[in-house]
């Protein structure tokens, strides 16, 4: 890190509307008792929680479901070695109600994968942590 730089945590509110900025995060769930992590398509909803679309049999699916998972999503520049970083720490609940299934399949996010039975998987954003580094290039 350059000596110009400068480093700051981010407020609740700035960390959701940096999230919605973005449409791809990653997921860090438990996979068979070790830590995995898949990057997602994603959406905030209206109630801040972070929307997640796949495949009803995806192994995603079955890890999430009931589970406290992490979901990070951030933004780089590395010609200004500057950039932000959010978490999102909560639990992971696939949506099983037929009305809130029809509005997420039409408001909700887009798949950049082939999707076969789509189900949308909630995370609650019970913590929603953030920080922010700017910088100038050259200056190390």
């Not at 992590?37 to 209206?46: A, H, I, K, R, T």
């Not at 990070?72 to 992971?92: L, N």
Request: aromatic share 4%.
């Amino acid at each position: 890190m350059s000596q110009n730089n400068a480093f700051r945590a981010l407020d609740r509110q700035e960390c959701l509307r940096l999230l919605a900025k973005v449409p791809v995060g990653r997921v860090v769930y438990t996979r068979q008792a070790l830590p995995a992590v898949l990057p997602v398509n994603f959406s905030l909803d209206m109630d801040a929680s972070v929307l997640l679309r796949t495949s009803a049999g995806s192994d995603l699916v079955r890890a999430v479901d009931g589970v406290v998972v992490a979901f990070e999503a951030d933004e780089i520049h590395a010609a200004t070695e500057s950039g932000w970083s959010v978490v999102v720490t909560g639990r992971a609940q696939v949506i099983t109600d037929p009305v809130e299934h029809e509005r997420l399949s039409r408001t909700g996010p887009r798949s950049w994968m082939p999707v076969r039975d789509a189900v949308f998987i909630r995370i609650e954003a019970e913590m929603v942590t953030g920080r922010e580094i700017t910088g100038t290039p050259g200056q190390g």
